[in-house]
């Protein structure tokens, strides 16, 4: 290969890389082209029907999985969506937010954090989760507490407990 002369190279003298553009393939234009007769879509079907297109959701005769899948009835069953096999039935609280909204020594229940602004989805259970640093005692009544939080709830002199009635 030569070298590349610099004053041959400019916008006047680009071109696409070999091989990189192909000529477009011209249908039904005799035997002797190699695409006459039926033009490259075979022999008779759908396929060599004007205006057949393969659809992206057809399943060709497998059951469609729209029709598959179970249904979501009603507007809040949320239980029967599919899929669901890692959700969550807890609503979270972090520990820097307990040191965040309450004074050193409260009791801390699902009721006063929801006053709070935590835990404010109702009927669902409140775990404690171990974000983030605690220096106040408290006594926090939770449905369930992560291991690190209890250890750190406990370690600032505070107690872990369930939730009363």
């Given at each position: 290969?030569?070298?590349?002369?610099?004053?041959?190279?400019?916008?006047?003298?680009?071109?696409?890389?070999t091989g990189?553009?192909?000529?477009?393939?011209?249908?039904?234009?005799?035997?002797?082209?190699?695409m006459g007769?039926?033009?490259?879509?075979?022999?008779?079907?759908?396929?060599?029907?004007?205006?057949?297109?393969?659809?992206?959701?057809?399943?060709?005769?497998?059951?469609?999985?729209?029709?598959?899948?179970?249904?979501?009835?009603?507007?809040?069953?949320k239980?029967?969506?599919?899929?669901?096999?890692?959700?969550?039935?807890?609503?979270p609280?972090?520990?820097?937010?307990?040191?965040?909204?309450?004074?050193?020594?409260?009791?801390?229940?699902?009721q006063?954090?929801?006053?709070?602004?935590?835990?404010?989805?109702?009927?669902?259970?409140v775990k404690?989760?171990?974000?983030?640093?605690?220096?106040?005692?408290?006594?926090?009544?939770?449905?369930?507490?992560?291991?690190?939080?209890?250890?750190?709830?406990?370690a600032?002199?505070g107690?872990?407990?369930?939730?009363?009635?």
């Amino acid at each position: 290969m030569s070298p590349i002369d610099p004053d041959q190279i400019g916008l006047h003298s680009l071109k696409p890389a070999t091989g990189s553009r192909h000529r477009r393939k011209r249908v039904g234009r005799g035997e002797g082209s190699g695409m006459g007769k039926t033009s490259g879509r075979g022999e008779k079907g759908y396929g060599a029907r004007s205006g057949s297109t393969s659809r992206s959701h057809a399943e060709g005769g497998q059951m469609p999985i729209q029709v598959r899948l179970r249904k979501l009835r009603g507007p809040h069953m949320k239980k029967s969506m599919p899929f669901e096999r890692f959700r969550t039935h807890t609503q979270p609280v972090n520990l820097r937010d307990l040191e965040a909204r309450f004074d050193d020594g409260a009791e801390i229940t699902p009721q006063t954090m929801a006053a709070a602004g935590l835990a404010t989805r109702k009927g669902i259970r409140v775990k404690v989760l171990g974000e983030g640093e605690l220096s106040k005692s408290l006594t926090v009544r939770a449905h369930a507490f992560s291991k690190s939080a209890r250890e750190r709830i406990e370690a600032a002199g505070g107690t872990c407990a369930p939730p009363e009635g």
